[in-house]
């Protein structure tokens, strides 16, 4: 069985590392020594954002790895207070600089905002749609859109997202965003996709890993893969990050795919902010 990434199309014609590094919460001084242990690990897809304050970093870790770009998928985020298109324009100038690259493979759309800037993400997609036409964004996205926000997309503009980023995991399936993006072609990216640590003392995961030799993260990161969802765990220890790439030579049977997927505990199961009410415009 393969052990290296696989790689998933996107409805764009580009491919995506269906696993990589997320970087959230990642203190900004830390950032290149963890994203460097990260490709130490095998990991070539990283997940920065605006917002995590760590680009820099990341595009130091880059740097120093050595690794030919053509080697490496990153993604960052436009962050809450530049949807406006003058200041996205701005903004992912900014990321690129702090990045240190010419392009990102991705970038999205962090939040939409439902409630802020006369509800107008549109205009905010179609600024994403110059930077892909540009050529400085490979790919271009969204992240925590509702199955009404693509809704609005499809309607207004002709661009379909390749991914919509959106929190994913065994306690919180988020199935209706999951499929209205399946049922438009747009890839899921599964983030917080062990929950943060919450699922992995659950008693149906522990007891599957116990069956299967693996750990709890594996078997959650697998459940997610066997999906053909997208991830990116975040660790910050080295132990952890092999331990979660680890994710290629073994399979869940279907029983336990279907177990894992009955714990959803629907919009209780949420360990972020709902999309539709989330506002905050950092400083
Ligand atoms: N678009 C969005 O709005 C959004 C929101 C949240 C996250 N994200 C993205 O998704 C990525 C992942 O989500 P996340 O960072 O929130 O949470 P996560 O990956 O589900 O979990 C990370 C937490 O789990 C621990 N952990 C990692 N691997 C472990 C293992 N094998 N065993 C035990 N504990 C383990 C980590 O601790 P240690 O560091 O101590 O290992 C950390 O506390 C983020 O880094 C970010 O790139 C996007």
Known sequence: MATSVPT????????IPQLGFGVFQVPPEDTARL??????????????????????????????????RDDLFITSKLNNGFHEPDTARKAFDQTLADLGLDQ??????????????????????????????????????????????LARLAEETDVVPAVNQIEVHPYFTN????????????????WSPIAQGGVLDDEVITKIAAEVGRTPAQVTLRWHVQRGDVVFPKSSSPERMAENFALFDFELDDAAMQQITALDRGEDGRTGPNPDEFDFIPD
């Open 35 to 68: 994203t460097g242990q990260a490709f130490e690990a095998g990991y070539r897809h990283i997940d920065t954002a605006e917002m995590y304050g760590n680009e820099k970093g990341v595009g130091q870790a880059i740097r120093d790895s050595g690794i030919p």
């Open 175 to 190: 199935e209706a965003a999951r499929s209205a993006g399946h049922d438009a072609g747009i890839l899921t990216e599964a």
């Open 104 to 149: 990102v493979d991705l970038f999205l759309i962090h939040w939409p905002l439902p409630t802020k800037y006369d509800g107008d993400f549109v205009s905010t997609w179609k600024t994403l749609v110059e930077f892909k036409q540009q050529g400085r964004a490979r790919s271009i996205g969204v992240s925590n859109f509702q199955p009404a926000h």
């Open 8 to 15: 998933l199309s996107l409805n764009d014609g580009n491919t």
